[in-house]
């Protein structure tokens, strides 16, 4: 393998923002951010808005969105006038 090409693949926390759900994991993607963590070790954190903790097909919580009234909505704001 040719050296210095590849991107440093390291330990980093993503975060949630929605639950506030924090775990550890490897990733090669980077961020100013710093957090400690339990283990008194500092991490760099990602912040996600979506994880495992806050997806509705993970929570079995089933968010309905009302699409026909945001259509509606849409219509409503962009009809043309005769």
Known sequence: MKKDIHPEYREVVFQDTTSDFKF????????????????????PVIKVEV???????Y????????????????MNRYKKSK
Do not use: C, W
């Not at 550890?24 to 991490?43: A, H, L, P, Q």
């Not at 994880?51 to 097909?57: I, N, Y």
């Not at 929570?59 to 849409?74: I, M, P, Q, S």
């Open 24 to 43: 550890i994991t490897r990733s090669t993607m980077t961020s100013n951010e710093t957090i400690t963590m339990e283990d008194g070790k500092t991490y």
């Open 51 to 57: 994880s495992s903790q806050s997806h509705p097909f």
């Open 59 to 74: 929570t079995g919580k089933n968010v309905l969105l009302d699409t026909a009234g945001r259509v509606e909505k849409f």
